[in-house]
């Protein structure tokens, strides 16, 4: 940590510093970022250089907090780059580009990020139907300051979880503690399905003990339940349905420091695709975002694949960074929304079978709903592509998303002999009628 400027509220930090660490020494100044992914152990480095978000339908992804950053660079030495040009009015296009940089323009030594006051955060977790859900989206994002849902393959059951900025007293008032604790379940009651079909299904060389099981997470325990069958379809459906009800009985309110809430379990080792669309503006929201859900879970459930729970999607607004997945005009809504599936950490064969299923029919499906509605790749969860077909698609789908001759002119004053690039940056951005 560089520096904290009270008065602005910004933090300067060296690109190594993580995201965590510069919350608990943003917590002694009251200050906090905006907003977070969902852990906090990245680096901040690349929390904002592959433009990380959270979730909030008038908060834009973190990069579009960066106020100024460093980058040394091979073909230029040390640049320093803020927003604003020497005029304070005309915004500097390098530092569009290099907020989103991909690391390809130079390695981020330092970057200063914008601050908001340290503050708590009252979270309600529901459950809704899926015509619920539908119904009530507009509503959901103009009342809540964070929002997101998590759709149960299988199930209808969409996981509500909202997030808002508490008001003075309300943190300790006792009448509000007993409404709360009144919600709220026994952690034996909420974790009763996902045990219970554990104990009925483990085979005999993997069974559990119910104290072994009291010791153990929800990710965890969902871990172990689908390492049983992970690619069966039937038993998926049996884990969803269990984790359906987990959240039926986890309905509740609780508060906490905003950091503290914005991050959240994801779980065990896992395949992850997440990709992100324009959704209308705010003030003017389209049906692109539950259009693209409905159309995705019944590819899933029409096709039989076993989709892991949850498909996370979550919201923003636009970033002002030319690379950022989420670029748009100022008042822009986007959606992201994430599959995955879980990876048993000690099955190779079955680990193989699940990143062929994954890769290949659970993210061809999501991939050609996604060309409807000109969804692109979150940066960090994007995979080197297997064959020269979809390598040429990927690269289409970069140009006509991004503004690659910008950015690649910008690669080649930087790092002229392209010592910072890869092969999934030369695969993404090399020139189109290259071979």
Excluded at 128 to 153: C, F, G, N, S, V
Aim: proline letters at 5%.
């Amino acid at each position: 940590i560089v520096s904290v400027d009270e008065e602005q509220q910004t933090v300067t930090v060296q690109a190594g510093a993580r995201v965590s660490d510069v919350i608990e020494e943003l917590r002694k100044h009251n200050l906090t970022l905006p907003n977070l992914a969902s852990i906090a152990e990245q680096q901040m480095g690349g929390f904002v250089q592959v433009g990380a978000h959270g979730t909030g339908a008038l908060i834009p992804p973190v990069d579009d907090f960066v106020k100024s950053l460093k980058l040394v660079t091979p073909g230029c030495g040390t640049v320093e780059l803020t927003r604003y040009l020497k005029d304070g009015v005309t915004e500097d296009p390098l530092f569009l580009l290099a907020r989103v940089g991909l690391g390809s323009l130079g390695i981020l030594a330092e970057v200063t990020m914008q601050c908001i006051p340290a503050h708590q955060l009252m979270e309600h977790t529901y459950v809704l139907t899926r015509d619920m859900a539908r119904k009530k989206l507009p509503e959901l994002l103009r009342q809540h300051k964070h929002m997101r849902y998590m759709w149960i393959p299988y199930e209808d059951a969409v996981v509500v979880v909202t997030n808002d900025p508490t008001v003075e007293g309300e943190e300790s008032d006792p009448a509000l503690a007993e409404v709360y604790e009144a919600l709220g379940r026994s952690k034996e009651e909420q974790f009763e399905p996902l045990i219970n079909l554990l104990l009925e299904l483990a085979p005999d060389e993997k069974k559990y003990s119910k104290e072994e099981l009291q010791g153990m997470g929800f990710g965890e325990i969902r871990d172990a339940l689908l390492a049983i069958n992970p690619l069966d379809v039937e038993h998926v459906k049996k884990c969803n349905k269990a984790e359906a009800e987990f959240w039926r009985r986890s309905e509740g309110h609780q508060i906490k420091p905003s950091d503290k809430l914005l991050q959240f379990d994801c779980g065990g080792e896992q395949w992850v695709w997440e990709v992100c669309f324009p959704t209308g503006t705010y003030h003017d929201k389209n049906t692109n975002d539950i259009d693209f859900m409905e159309e995705l879970l019944a590819g899933i459930e029409s096709r039989g694949i076993a989709a892991h729970s949850p498909i996370e999607q979550r919201w923003t607004a636009s970033s002002s960074s030319f690379m950022s997945p989420a670029h748009g005009c100022p008042g822009g809504l986007h959606s992201w929304v994430g599959i995955i599936m879980y990876l048993p950490a000690d099955n190779a064969k079955q680990r193989e079978e699940i990143t062929a299923e994954f890769k290949g029919r659970y993210c061809d499906l999501m991939r050609g709903i996604g060309n409807k509605v000109s969804a692109a790749s979150h940066w960090a969860k994007l995979e080197l592509p297997d064959t020269e077909d979809d390598a040429r698609e990927l690269k289409e789908h970069i140009y006509a998303r991004y503004p690659v001759d910008l950015f690649n002119r910008a690669r080649k004053q930087f790092d002229p002999k392209g010592i910072l690039s890869n092969d999934l940056m030369n695969v993404a951005f090399s020139q189109q009628h290259e071979e």
